[in-house]
């Protein structure tokens, strides 16, 4: 059953306007206790090649630590970035399980932390992890008081995962509802969310069967559940991994990995989409990549196992949407595997959806297959700011016109042993992607979980900017303890695309590369009396 715990929801045209301006005033105020100043400096951003900045503490780096997860957003309308994220309970929450928001409003040079936490007093039990979230603006208004966050989570039942968890905000500054949906079928750790302005859509995969289960509401006032027949156990082969959705106008695209009927690959897993031109009502029959048929790609056998040595597989991947409609699939392949230690040869894909099927273009390739980085086990868990979780992490964003389209992975070069995050970028004319740049290129520090807000920011001058974010133990330079409180990090990042393109290399630094500048943010931090956490 839905457990529901407030009577009415409202949404932006019955919001007192009068209430909202004095919240915002009071989160202003340096007397508030939710007041992130600019210039406390107690965690500065490590010296990174963009300008992150410090914006919360976790009580530990479990959080975020999921490839297919969405927790950073941007909206385009109010300009405004937001990160959902659980709490630190050493500080101001009262749980790890505890979700909290901060909200930008000056493309990441100051942040504000929520006044209420996710779950506020709507919800019994702080259980949630791995949260998502999208910044929803239902009349297209440029006022913060017409925004609002809408959040979905795993929600442990029982002391593991089955029960689905979502919420809103009451303007941007508390929440004004959670509840949570413990109905068949048990779901698991892994749900994402997105909108189209119209409506909000979140998918949740089942652990009952490899069914992937659509949710999707304008008001909250009512939740449609879907089961799309074309995303069912028999479509899937028994096993699917569903990506992050996306929308351009009234076409929406869902991406998958699954073992789709038509066996392609070696491993028997191939990439796919469908998409739906009612909101969600009725969807198309999965589309299929095979990459055997594409020239570029012909030569791979599988798609990219980022992780050996294990009976599971771990794939990575996004989807995004052009302005003409089309699907653009991002992932990652392999060939000339290794039979003894199971090492090929990788490169990351796009995959792009044509009148006449399937296309491609490499973004990076000759990727390092140990591009997961795990340390010695402490207390159960590898010593990694991800915890082995998020590979690749190969995610694509997209400009608000959907004609430029920005990609960002996790590497470590060849004899280097900590992982960089890098992007690439293209415009939706550009014959190829730019040379791969490492915005990071910390040697010491391992950056192996990362997210990136699907809309890009056009600055209207012929640059574009992204917001990415990673997460890392609180005070640590180097290998960190998973358990320990952590701090998230957001950068703003300014792409100029007029640059002179350059050919990728396996050893390009920065240094090396044209074309991309850090937007002038202030480096701060909030964050004091850290202690160790728990899970």
């Not at 969600?280 to 999965?286: L, V």
């Given at each position: 059953?839905?457990?529901?715990?407030?009577?009415?929801?409202?949404?932006?045209?019955?919001?007192?306007?009068?209430?909202?301006?004095?919240?915002?005033?009071?989160?202003?105020?340096?007397?508030?206790?939710?007041?992130?100043?600019?210039?406390?400096?107690?965690?500065?951003?490590?010296?990174?090649?963009?300008?992150?900045?410090?914006?919360?503490?976790?009580?530990?780096?479990?959080?975020?630590?999921?490839?297919?997860?969405?927790?950073?957003?941007?909206?385009?309308?109010?300009?405004?970035?937001?990160?959902?994220?659980?709490?630190?309970?050493?500080?101001?929450?009262?749980?790890?399980?505890?979700?909290?928001?901060?909200?930008?409003?000056?493309?990441?040079?100051?942040?504000?932390?929520?006044?209420?936490?996710?779950?506020?007093?709507?919800?019994?039990?702080?259980?949630?992890?791995?949260?998502?979230?999208?910044?929803?603006?239902?009349?297209?208004?440029?006022?913060?008081?017409?925004?609002?966050?809408?959040?979905?989570?795993?929600e442990i039942d029982g002391g593991a995962?089955?029960?689905?968890?979502?919420?809103?905000?009451?303007?941007?500054?508390?929440?004004?509802?959670?509840?949570?949906?413990?109905?068949?079928?048990?779901?698991?750790?892994?749900?994402?969310?997105?909108?189209?302005?119209?409506?909000?859509?979140?998918?949740?995969?089942?652990?009952?069967?490899?069914?992937?289960?659509?949710?999707?509401?304008?008001?909250?006032?009512?939740?449609?559940?879907?089961?799309?027949?074309?995303?069912?156990?028999?479509?899937?082969?028994?096993?699917?991994?569903?990506?992050?959705?996306?929308?351009?106008?009234?076409?929406?695209?869902?991406?998958?990995?699954?073992?789709?009927?038509?066996?392609?690959?070696?491993?028997?897993?191939?990439?796919?989409?469908?998409?739906?031109?009612?909101?969600?009502?009725?969807?198309?029959?999965?589309?299929?990549?095979?990459?055997?048929?594409?020239?570029?790609?012909?030569?791979?056998?599988?798609?990219?196992?980022?992780?050996?040595?294990?009976?599971?597989?771990?794939?990575?991947?996004?989807?995004?949407?052009?302005?003409?409609?089309?699907?653009?699939?991002?992932?990652?392949?392999?060939?000339?595997?290794?039979?003894?230690?199971?090492?090929?040869?990788?490169?990351?894909f796009e995959f792009i959806e044509t009148?006449?099927?399937?296309?491609?273009?490499?973004?990076?390739?000759?990727?390092?297959?140990?591009?997961?980085?795990?340390?010695?086990?402490?207390?159960?868990?590898?010593?990694?700011?991800?915890?082995?979780?998020?590979?690749?992490?190969?995610?694509?964003?997209?400009?608000?016109?959907?004609?430029?389209?920005?990609?960002?992975?996790?590497?470590?070069?060849?004899?280097?042993?900590?992982?960089?995050?890098?992007?690439?970028?293209?415009?939706?004319?550009?014959?190829?992607?730019?040379?791969?740049?490492?915005?990071?290129?910390?040697?010491?520090?391992?950056?192996?979980?990362t997210h990136l807000a699907p809309t890009?920011?056009?600055?209207?001058?012929?640059?574009?900017?992204?917001?990415?974010?990673?997460?890392?133990?609180?005070?640590?330079?180097?290998?960190?303890?998973?358990?320990?409180?952590?701090?998230?990090?957001?950068?703003?990042?300014?792409?100029?695309?007029?640059?002179?393109?350059?050919?990728?290399?396996?050893?390009?630094?920065?240094?090396?590369?044209?074309?991309?500048?850090?937007?002038?943010?202030?480096?701060?931090?909030?964050?004091?009396?850290?202690?160790?956490?728990?899970?």
């Open positions: 059953m839905i457990k529901r715990f407030l009577l009415f929801f409202l949404m932006a045209g019955m919001i007192c306007q009068a209430q909202l301006k004095e919240k915002s005033r009071l989160l202003n105020d340096p007397e508030n206790s939710n007041y992130i100043p600019t210039k406390v400096r107690n965690y500065q951003s490590p010296e990174t090649i963009a300008d992150y900045v410090a914006v919360d503490t976790m009580s530990n780096t479990f959080g975020p630590s999921s490839f297919n997860i969405n927790p950073l957003s941007y909206d385009p309308e109010t300009d405004i970035i937001c990160v959902v994220h659980r709490g630190n309970a050493n500080t101001y929450a009262q749980g790890s399980g505890e979700l909290w928001w901060n909200y930008s409003t000056d493309l990441g040079q100051t942040w504000y932390r929520s006044i209420s936490s996710v779950q506020n007093t709507f919800i019994p039990q702080i259980l949630a992890r791995y949260p998502s979230m999208t910044l929803f603006n239902p009349t297209g208004s440029a006022s913060i008081n017409d925004l609002f966050g809408s959040f979905v989570w795993a995962f089955g029960d689905l968890g979502w919420g809103t905000t009451l303007g941007l500054d508390e929440s004004g509802y959670a509840e949570i949906y413990n109905d068949p079928p048990t779901f698991s750790s892994s749900t994402s969310i997105f909108t189209d302005q119209a409506w909000l859509y979140w998918i949740a995969e089942s652990q009952d069967d490899a069914s992937v289960v659509l949710f999707r509401t304008q008001d909250y006032t009512s939740v449609d559940i879907i089961n799309p027949p074309q995303w069912n156990d028999e479509t899937f082969g028994g096993a699917a991994i569903a990506l992050i959705g996306a929308s351009n106008e009234d076409i929406l695209i869902q991406g998958f990995l699954a073992r789709f009927e038509e066996e392609i690959g070696n491993g028997g897993w191939e990439p796919g989409v469908s998409k739906s031109t009612d909101h969600g009502t009725t969807w198309s029959e999965c589309n299929v990549i095979n990459w055997l048929q594409i020239p570029l790609t012909q030569d791979y056998t599988e798609i990219w196992d980022w992780k050996k040595g294990d009976e599971l597989v771990s794939y990575a991947g996004d989807v995004h949407i052009d302005q003409s409609g089309y699907a653009h699939l991002v992932t990652g392949l392999s060939k000339d595997i290794d039979t003894i230690t199971g090492i090929g040869f990788n490169t990351l009148d006449n099927g399937w296309d491609a273009k490499i973004i990076a390739e000759g990727l390092d297959d140990e591009s997961l980085y795990e340390g010695p086990d402490v207390g159960g868990y590898a010593t990694d700011p991800a915890i082995g979780q998020c590979g690749h992490a190969a995610k694509i964003a997209a400009s608000p016109e959907n004609d430029f389209f920005v990609v960002q992975w996790i590497h470590h070069e060849p004899g280097i042993e900590n992982c960089d995050i890098y992007i690439s970028w293209r415009h939706i004319e550009s014959p190829s992607w730019s040379a791969p740049m490492n915005i990071t290129e910390t040697p010491e520090m391992n950056e192996d979980g890009i920011r056009d600055n209207n001058d012929g640059t574009y900017t992204i917001f990415t974010m990673y997460w890392y133990e609180a005070g640590a330079i180097g290998p960190i303890t998973a358990l320990n409180p952590s701090v998230i990090y957001v950068a703003p990042v300014l792409i100029d695309p007029g640059a002179a393109p350059m050919t990728w290399s396996a050893d390009l630094t920065v240094a090396d590369a044209g074309g991309l500048r850090t937007a002038d943010v202030l480096t701060f931090g909030q964050m004091t009396g850290a202690t160790n956490g728990i899970d």
